[in-house]
T-cell receptor, first 113, second 112 residues
């Protein structure tokens, strides 16, 4: 099975940089995803890492270390609209055509003025 | 707009009843996943279908069942509803196993 840990809540100031950590213990690994979810809305895809290292996409970057079971999502130049929950999800190794995502409980980020 | 369509958006029903939630995946996506999200809880994986066949089951109750039809849309059936079944139910689709999943807007189920 999968066990995924993220901080429950974080607060940061508009214009600042925030790092949201995710650690996982898994029986198998086939990639890690970050999703953003505003309250009551659908999760939207942010980033995907399957190899170690940093993936940068605009103001958002995601890092993965498979040996440490660790990832982080880095948000730069924070904006008020970035206030949301950030979900870390690990994909199981595929068995045939089955491959599901297991989600952490998410980190609720509050951006303040 | 993710391209994944879920209906209805909201559903209020009484305990003991049965409801059906519907999901139309993105055009070309063969995989459909169902997730349950209770208040302040993470997304709990329920079930995965690929091209009409069940591929993986998560923490899905026996009172719940799903299917994927030849046109690839999927339905999640919830029966003998209990108050604790109140949650957001999300459907997600992906091309297969290699890419990210795109989520629908969810169905908010309230059991009273």
């Amino acid at each position: 099975g999968q066990n995924i840990d993220q901080p429950t809540e974080m607060t940061a100031t508009e214009g600042a940089i925030v790092q949201i950590n995710c650690t996982y213990q898994t029986s198998g690994f086939n990639g890690l995803f970050w999703y953003q979810q505003h309250a009551g809305e659908a999760p939207t895809f942010l980033s995907y890492n399957v190899l170690d290292g940093l993936e940068e996409k605009g103001r958002f970057s995601s890092f993965l270390s498979r040996s440490k079971g660790y990832s982080y999502l880095l948000l730069k130049e924070l904006q008020m609209k970035d206030s949301a929950s950030y979900l870390c999800a690990v994909r199981d190794p595929p068995t045939g055509t089955a491959s599901k995502l297991t989600f952490g409980t998410g980190t609720r980020l509050q951006v303040t003025l | 707009d993710s391209g994944v369509t879920q209906t209805p958006k909201h559903l209020i029903t009484a305990t003991g009843q049965r409801v059906t939630l519907r999901c139309s995946p993105r055009s070309g996506d063969l995989s459909v996943y169902w997730y349950q999200q209770s208040l302040d809880q993470g997304l709990q994986f329920l079930i995965h279908y690929y091209n009409g066949e069940e591929r993986a089951k998560g923490n899905i109750l026996e009172r719940f069942s799903a299917q994927q039809f030849p046109d690839l849309h999927s339905e999640l059936n919830l029966s003998s509803l209990e108050l604790g079944d109140s949650a957001l139910y999300f459907c997600a689709s992906s091309v297969g196993q290699g890419s990210e999943a795109f989520f629908g807007q969810g169905t908010r189920l309230t059991v009273v």
